[in-house]
């Protein structure tokens, strides 16, 4: 028997929404509370996906009524953007915000307008979200226009005054490869698609954000970007077109084209590897030389999360990945031997060079973050089974095996002073699986000994 449908909720207006997410912040328990019960009713109230949107994204209320009116809207776009069906089949009773398609063509247009102009980081991590919880249901059947939308905008990268909706742009467009991102080879038709639309004009943007005398903090973001989408299309297969700059990109017929064909080309990929080798050895100053990229900042976690850091921590993490897919020919799927081939012969020692003068940082004094060090032990742990980069290696044992693994594997002042001061936390983090394999010091214990059993 269904369940009885639910009292439909109160109406409210913008202006009333607006004062109840004010009220929320409020530490009067008598004014928080009906606030929230209020809010926590939302997924109830017809046209509530429309007026969190407009409070998310009009500049002049107050930021925090617009994060929290973000944050609402991908809540109830994630649980309620389709209807639910019960197990009997039959509609869950009030859980669309928004009922009908003629409702949400204009919500998906103002929300992603509402995304390509947000300047603050929050909001707009946000209003992405919201986007992917869209797309996954209504990408790219219902929504034909969003990808189009998208690539005109990224088009126009060449107006510097168009740099933060260029950036947005390339932010949802990242959500909507990641929707695909671990879908089985069958199931990638609409990523194989967008990749052949979009890396036409990916490539050289790429490429000139990439140049060794372009240091903006703007050209970073942007690139780190790109570097994203580029993971999630070919972490687990290199999709048709990968290339970028081929006469079929973007053909009515592109997504039919032949896998074997046109994906593992090795010349379509050179670009690529040109500018992931070109952002893992740019330079990055401190900030006391007043060298370009100026203004690195001076605590870690500052310096883990600057663009350009993340930019060289996309860049070795997919070549890595591509290692560990293509670096063995022997290992690699049947249409990918020849491109495993190259990659083998051509593309990793090339590469070694670049990861071990990063590697070289800390040795010499300079800064390098964990990440990204972890990420070049892994590339070296997997260059150790391959014979043309192991011939590259084997000279430069010793400053590898004591001057970066070993460290690695040392306590640090900051180790001992946590254990002093905190030793139950050591423990527990410790025992944090995800934690420790993302240290170097797991990554360097394993290359260590790889490294040691080679050179006898």
Not at 64 to 86: M, T
Not at 91 to 98: L, M, R
Not at 181 to 195: A, C, F, H, M, T
Not at 324 to 345: C, L, Q, T, V, W
Request: glycine share 6%; with cysteine.
């Amino acid at each position: 028997m269904a369940a009885a449908p639910q009292a439909a909720a109160a109406p409210l207006d913008t202006e009333q929404l607006h004062v109840a997410l004010q009220h929320s912040f409020s530490p009067d328990a008598s004014v928080r509370l009906p606030a929230e019960a209020t809010i926590k009713n939302l997924k109830h109230v017809k046209g509530a996906v429309t007026m969190l949107l407009q409070l998310a994204a009009e500049r002049q209320v107050q930021y925090e009524v617009r994060q929290a009116a973000a944050i609402q809207l991908k809540n109830i776009c994630r649980e309620c953007w389709v209807e639910r069906l019960s197990f009997g089949g039959i509609a869950a009773a009030g859980t669309t915000a928004e009922d009908g398609t003629p409702k949400k063509a204009p919500l998906r247009t103002n929300l992603v307008e509402a995304l390509l102009a947000e300047p603050e980081k929050s909001v707009r991590d946000l209003l992405a979200e919201t986007l992917h919880s869209m797309a996954i249901h209504d990408f790219p059947d219902k929504w034909p226009n969003l990808l189009p939308t998208l690539l005109q905008q990224i088009s126009l990268s060449s107006d510097g005054s168009q740099a933060l909706r260029v950036h947005n742009a390339l932010l949802a467009l990242r959500k909507i490869c990641k929707r695909y991102e671990y879908k089985s080879k069958e199931q990638r038709g609409p990523l194989n698609d967008i990749v052949l639309q979009s890396f036409p004009l990916l490539l050289p943007l790429a490429q000139r954000l990439s140049d060794p005398n372009e240091h903006s903090l703007e050209a970073a973001m942007m690139l780190k970007q790109i570097l994203k989408i580029f993971w999630s299309s070919t972490q687990f297969y290199l999709p048709s077109g990968v290339g970028g700059n081929d006469g079929g990109a973007g053909a009515s017929g592109g997504v039919g084209q032949s896998t074997a064909e046109n994906a593992f080309q090795p010349e379509k990929m050179q670009p690529w590897f040109d500018i992931l080798r070109a952002v893992l050895i740019k330079p990055l100053p401190e900030a006391s030389t007043g060298l370009e990229p100026r203004n690195q900042p001076t605590t870690v976690e500052e310096r883990n999360a600057w663009p350009w850091w993340k930019c060289k921590k996309w860049s070795v993490q997919i070549m890595s990945r591509l290692f560990s897919r293509y670096g063995i020919p022997a290992y690699a799927e049947d249409e990918a031997k020849d491109f495993a081939k190259y990659f083998s012969a051509t593309v990793a020692p090339q590469f070694l060079g670049p990861v071990c003068e990063t590697l070289n940082l800390r040795p010499s004094g300079q800064f390098c973050t964990d990440r990204v060090v972890h990420l070049c032990l892994t590339f070296v742990d997997l260059a150790v089974e391959l014979a043309p980069t192991y011939k590259l290696l084997k000279p430069h044992m010793d400053f590898l095996l004591y001057k970066v693994c070993f460290p690695t594997l040392c306590l640090t002042a900051e180790d001992i002073e946590l254990f002093e001061g905190d030793p139950h936390r050591v423990c527990a983090s410790a025992e944090l699986a995800v934690g420790r394999l993302l240290r170097p010091a797991h990554v360097g214990h394993h290359a260590h000994y790889r490294l040691g059993q080679a050179s006898g």
